[in-house]
């Protein structure tokens, strides 16, 4: 089955992605059990130099594992490959096909996350229909070799004052910012190497669930 029955809304909570290029030699499978084991809700496959053949493979096995924890599944930019492993949603940036011909592909019942940097991203990806909305890169980060400058927190704010769709917060967030981040208004963040990266995942996303907890 493609999609899912009843389409799901973006919950609170950390947002994780892969990167097997930040993940200490572990593999992507690897992260995404500790990952899901301490209650991490999202997980989005963002891979950019896997041949598609070995992304499929990964993304079966993830797609399993997602619904077992009772986790959305996103994929990052591969239309057919969240099509093809029965993904929860899309996530896709400024440059990549139309959110209305992305619809048009995938259907009424997959969430479709954009990209935005600015207020008139963000109002156009409201009128084109979009699930959520990404919200940044708050701060610097060297995740994305093509990520655009640094937004801030002021982006950030706006959307939480002006605009009722969900939003994810997401670029250069680590731990010792995410107290800032929460305060602006985010309840859903996504950190990236920041978690794959740590040698204790699982003691890591405890201090950063507490984090959200606490502000």
């Given at each position: 089955?493609?999609?899912?029955?009843?389409?799901?809304?973006?919950?609170?909570?950390?947002?994780?992605?892969?990167?097997?290029?930040?993940?200490?030699?572990?593999?992507?499978?690897?992260?995404?059990?500790?990952?899901?084991?301490?209650?991490?809700?999202?997980?989005?496959?963002?891979?950019?130099?896997?041949?598609?053949?070995?992304?499929?493979?990964?993304c079966?096995?993830?797609?399993t594992?997602?619904?077992?924890?009772?986790?959305?599944?996103?994929?990052?930019?591969?239309l057919?490959?969240?099509?093809?492993?029965?993904?929860?949603?899309?996530?896709?940036?400024?440059?990549?096909?139309?959110?209305?011909?992305?619809?048009?592909?995938?259907?009424?019942?997959?969430?479709?996350?954009?990209?935005?940097?600015s207020?008139?991203?963000?109002?156009?990806?409201?009128?084109?229909?979009?699930?959520?909305?990404?919200?940044?890169?708050?701060?610097?980060?060297?995740?994305?070799?093509d990520?655009?400058?640094?937004?801030?927190?002021?982006?950030?704010?706006?959307?939480v004052?002006?605009?009722?769709?969900?939003?994810?917060?997401?670029?250069?967030?680590?731990?010792?910012?995410?107290?800032?981040?929460?305060?602006?208004?985010?309840?859903t963040?996504?950190?990236?190497?920041?978690?794959?990266?740590?040698?204790?995942?699982?003691?890591?996303?405890?201090?950063?669930?507490?984090i959200?907890?606490?502000h």
């Amino acid at each position: 089955m493609n999609g899912i029955s009843n389409k799901r809304i973006l919950p609170a909570g950390l947002y994780a992605l892969t990167s097997e290029l930040h993940s200490q030699g572990r593999s992507n499978i690897e992260v995404a059990r500790e990952i899901l084991a301490c209650g991490v809700t999202i997980l989005q496959y963002r891979e950019k130099s896997k041949k598609i053949r070995q992304m499929y493979e990964e993304c079966q096995v993830l797609r399993t594992m997602t619904q077992q924890y009772g986790a959305l599944f996103i994929i990052n930019d591969h239309l057919d490959l969240a099509l093809a492993v029965g993904a929860d949603g899309v996530h896709i940036g400024q440059d990549d096909l139309p959110l209305s011909k992305v619809r048009e592909i995938v259907g009424p019942n997959l969430l479709i996350g954009v990209s935005t940097h600015s207020p008139d991203q963000a109002k156009a990806a409201v009128s084109g229909g979009a699930d959520y909305i990404g919200v940044g890169p708050l701060f610097a980060t060297k995740t994305k070799i093509d990520v655009c400058q640094p937004v801030g927190l002021d982006y950030l704010e706006y959307i939480v004052k002006n605009l009722t769709i969900p939003f994810v917060a997401i670029g250069g967030i680590k731990e010792n910012n995410l107290a800032e981040v929460i305060k602006a208004g985010a309840r859903t963040v996504a950190l990236v190497t920041e978690i794959v990266g740590d040698p204790d995942i699982a003691g890591k996303i405890k201090r950063l669930q507490r984090i959200m907890e606490t502000h």
